[in-house]
């Protein structure tokens, strides 16, 4: 009989590897892989990290599992999914994200829609150790991509008829992030290239044109102890809807914002709480800005 | 309205004497992370508490069968008194070779960095020194750890 070297896997023996290659809870550090965002890509809650997400180190591969919930004024939108990541190099992911509308659009005689999305994320570390190069400025990078498909239900013939927004897009993102050991504090700055309209939940593009543009988010996070962490992330996004049909404004959409607190009580649980700012949503029919709870549970090995 | 003071000038000319000599002087060492640790007691009982951790633990315990223990403890508490700062020479081998042909992997690093802080908790060392311990120390990783 011979061995598997599982050290070594090609592409192709992934799967042999992954039978040889237990997974260990001790792999990474406590919460150095991140939690899940809204998108499945593991980072901060909005926005995708550097970092490769499970407990997984490198020669072994890891998992999570997330669900989350978000309670605005007036919305209420959830996020579930599920990652695979391997060697600490490879991260693939799927999240379903649900917005309820709740009566919000019933001016448009959509009381009750809900918007729906499905995403694909993979996510490459090209470079770099956020945690261990303690002495160095280079973080760690990784370019990710995520594929996204909108279900808009009643308001699809609307949104992807005379408001010009495609159902599909693709969004590419470049991270760095770097944790500075000594005073316990990490730095993440992710450029997304998208075109999409409300994270995607509201399409791609608008009549106006294609608009993908590169947007900058960033993270700021700061270790209290070995379990728990503060910190507060901004997000820039596309604002290809704010000329419609519906009138000048009235799809207008805003950066978001959190301030959040990540608890690991053990290993392979993470819970964070946070609290949110996701701008106006539909202003033409609800201006109020929408500020509210975040609440996520990350199960990982 | 009168101009500064001679005694004002008097304390400028000896802030400026004081900051010009500062700055000539090779700066102090610092040890304040030597200290926080406890000087070299509080260095010995750390690794008092850390190498049976090391030695027992189910993931990495088969890296220290053979080593003994007592040697062991006191050539980390050297390492990482000199890396802290204080009055110690580390005189153990290098860590490339010292670790040439194990077989370390990122994960066992990590464990290991893991069974120092829950050593370093267990002596009360605050979480700030912890961490600027473990900064001076993980960059080690690229002796330790081996690459394909």
């Known amino acids: 009989m011979h061995t598997l070297d599982c050290r070594r896997p090609a592409v192709a023996t992934l799967v042999l590897a992954s039978l040889c290659s237990p997974p260990a809870l001790a792999g990474k550090l406590l919460l150095t892989g991140g939690v899940s965002s809204l998108d499945g890509a593991a980072g901060g809650g909005l926005t995708p990290w550097a970092v490769t997400g499970s407990l997984a180190s490198e020669g072994q ?6 669900t989350t919930t978000v309670r605005t004024g007036d919305y209420a939108l959830t996020s579930a999914g599920a990652l695979l990541a391997w060697n600490d190099r490879l991260e693939l992911s799927i999240a379903r994200q649900r917005l309820d509308t709740r009566d919000n659009l019933a001016p448009l005689g959509l009381a009750g829609l809900v918007l729906q999305q499905d995403i694909v994320g993979a996510k490459l570390r090209v470079a770099g150790d956020a945690v261990l190069d303690s002495d160095r400025w280079m973080p760690q990078i990784a370019l990710g991509l995520l594929v996204k498909r909108a279900d808009a239900g009643a308001l699809a013939p609307t949104l992807f008829g005379p408001l010009g927004a495609r159902r599909s897009g693709s969004e590419i993102y470049l991270s760095a992030t770097k944790l500075w050991l000594a005073s316990g504090v990490l730095g993440n700055l992710t450029l997304r290239a998208s075109s999409a309209n409300q994270n995607g939940l509201l399409g791609f593009g608008g009549a106006q044109g294609d608009g993908v ?76 800005r929408q500020t509210g709870g975040y609440l996520s549970l990350q199960l990982a090995f | 309205m009168h101009g500064p003071g001679p005694r004002l000038h008097g304390a400028i000319a000896l802030l400026v004497l004081c900051l010009v000599s500062a700055s000539a002087r090779p700066a102090p060492r610092d040890d304040s992370l030597y200290h926080a640790f406890g000087g070299r007691e509080g260095l010995a009982a750390l690794m008092a508490d850390f190498v049976p951790r090391l030695a027992m633990d189910t993931q990495i315990g088969r890296y220290f069968t053979s080593t003994n ?4 403890a006191r050539q980390l508490a050297a390492q990482l ?7 110690c020479t580390y005189e153990g081998p290098a860590m490339a070779p010292a670790h040439a042909g194990m077989a370390i992997t990122k994960a066992d690093f990590n464990r290991l960095v893991e069974l120092l802080q829950a050593s370093m ?23 330790i750890i081996e690459r394909e």
Do not use: Y
């Not at chain 1, 419609?244 to 709480?273: C, H, M, N, Y």
């Open chain 1, 213 to 288: 543009q590169l947007k900058p988010e960033i993270s700021l996070a700061w270790l209290l102890t070995p379990s728990l962490a503060l910190g507060a992330e901004w997000r820039a996004k596309p604002d290809n809807l704010r000329r419609s049909v519906l009138g000048d404004g009235a799809l207008a959409e805003q950066r978001w914002v959190d301030v959040f607190l990540v608890w690991a009580p053990i290993k392979p649980v993470s819970v964070t709480a946070a609290w949110v700012d996701l701008g106006r949503i539909v202003p033409g029919v609800q201006p109020r």
């Open chain 2, 81 to 87: 008194c000199e890396v802290a700062g204080g009055p």
């Open chain 2, 69 to 72: 223990r007592d040697h062991l």
């Open chain 1, 61 to 66: 591969w890891g998992g999570t599992a997330h």
């Open chain 2, 121 to 143: 908790a267990a002596r009360g060392v605050p979480f700030r020194a912890q961490n600027r311990m473990l900064a001076l120390l993980a960059p080690m990783h690229r002796d």
